[in-house]
Nanobody
């Protein structure tokens, strides 16, 4: 069973940047995809970005393309989400997740079997 722990959240002004980290420990699989999802208060959970451990294939929601970058460090079992040009609408709890998927399937939360506890990102206007 893999354990996922997010870090790096915080309060930032609009236009600023944050980098989230997700540390994966325990049993994992190099063929899996790591995803970032977010959930704002009273709203549904939405896919943000994903990356395959082995191939490095990346996926992004349209709302974050060009602003967010997902990357991974296979040696350290770390996944990062670099968030630039942050907007107030990016405010949410961000979750790291592990899934067995590829392509558009990785945009669906039900394809992920392990989740972190989340980290709060707040963007002030």
């Amino acid at each position: 069973q893999v354990q996922l722990v997010e870090s790096g959240g915080g309060l930032v002004q609009a236009g600023g940047s944050l980098r989230l980290s997700c540390a994966a420990s325990g049993r994992t699989n190099s063929g899996y995809t790591m995803g970032w999802f977010r959930q704002a208060p009273g709203k549904e959970q939405w896919f943000v970005a994903g990356i395959n451990w082995r191939a490095g294939s990346t996926y992004y929601a349209d709302s974050v393309k060009g602003r967010f970058t997902i990357s991974r460090d296979n040696a350290k079992n770390l996944v990062y989400l670099q968030m630039n040009s942050l907007k107030p609408e990016d405010t949410a709890v961000y979750y790291c997740a592990e899934g067995d998927c590829s392509g558009y399937a990785c945009y669906q939360a039900y394809n992920y079997h392990a989740w972190g506890q989340g980290t709060q990102v707040t963007v002030s206007s």
